[in-house]
């Protein structure tokens, strides 16, 4: 079905690979697309409670691969009908997805990764805000949701510096949920995303969309939306779960219902 990706699902956890190693899976149209229809195709199926982007070989994603590039070309379309679809599919996304950081993530690749849940970082890895280098601005997402993650003065030194960030400085910034170390690298992930997919995905899919929506709303707003978001939530067979395996003191089996 995909050919610039590979999707797995194993143990209720959808697997989307980037797999243009060759070119350090630098995004083109196709890998957009691919991109965006997995995040689809995950979303709808509920057998995926979580899911995984990560890189094949020794990249996660090194941006825009520029043999694509013209110079008349018109950025602002190529943003509008490939990468934008594919960051609001992520951000539409109910289910907790991370970024698996095996190497660098440059220009847009960082993007991806900004716009996931979590990043796992292997301590090979590197953000690169490569925008700046080729006199550009970081798009794709990236600055709606690094100040966010890191604060505004940050998110200004990193995009107009554009420094290469190791992946204990990203961590020390805020933007690693967690550096794990090669050896461990394949293992530490997939427990984490096992976990992620045993919770109770109703709930962390209402958490993250009352997130989401906390920047524009006011105190009585959101306080009225985590009524709407509980309400919904105590209705699911998982918070009866939840608090049947309290009172019997026992570890609760969430089924993401």
């Known amino acids: 079905m995909f050919e610039t990706i590979k999707y797995e699902i194993r143990k209720s956890v959808a697997w989307i690979t980037l797999n243009r190693p060759e070119k350090l899976n630098a995004f083109t149209e196709q890998i957009n ?7 689809k195709k995950a979303s709808k199926d509920p057998e995926v409670r ?5 890189g094949e070989g020794r990249a996660f994603c090194s941006g825009q691969d520029l043999d694509g590039v013209l110079e008349d070309m018109d950025h602002g379309e190529v943003l509008r009908n490939h990468y934008n679809p594919m960051v609001m599919e992520l951000h539409k996304c109910e289910k907790p997805v991370i970024a698996a950081v095996n190497g660098v993530a440059a220009g ?5 990764a900004l716009a996931c849940d979590f990043r796992l970082l292997s301590e090979k890895a590197s953000f690169i805000e490569a925008f700046i280098h080729v006199g550009l601005v970081p ?5 709606y949701y690094l100040p966010k ?3 505004y003065a940050k998110a200004l030194e990193l995009a107009v510096l554009g420094d290469k960030i190791s992946a204990y400085d990203a961590e020390n910034l805020g933007l690693a949920t967690k550096v794990i170390p090669l050896e461990r690298w394949t293992e530490e ?25 906390s920047w524009n709303l006011t105190l009585e707003e959101s306080l009225e939306k985590d009524a709407q978001a509980q309400r919904i939530a105590g209705l699911t067979s998982d918070h009866i779960e939840g608090v ?12 993401g219902k």
Do not use: H, W, Y
Request: net charge positive.
């Open 108 to 112: 847009a690749g960082m993007s991806l």
């Open 50 to 54: 979580c899911l995984v982007i990560t």
């Open 33 to 39: 697309r691919e991109v965006q229809q997995s995040i």
């Open 244 to 255: 049947k395996s309290f009172m019997e003191k026992r570890k609760p089996v969430f089924l």
């Open 189 to 213: 992930v997939t427990v984490f995303a096992e976990r992620l997919a045993s919770m109770p995905t109703v709930a962390i899919g209402l958490i993250k969309k009352n997130l989401k929506s």
């Open 139 to 143: 798009d794709a997402g990236n600055l």
């Open 149 to 151: 993650l890191i604060g």
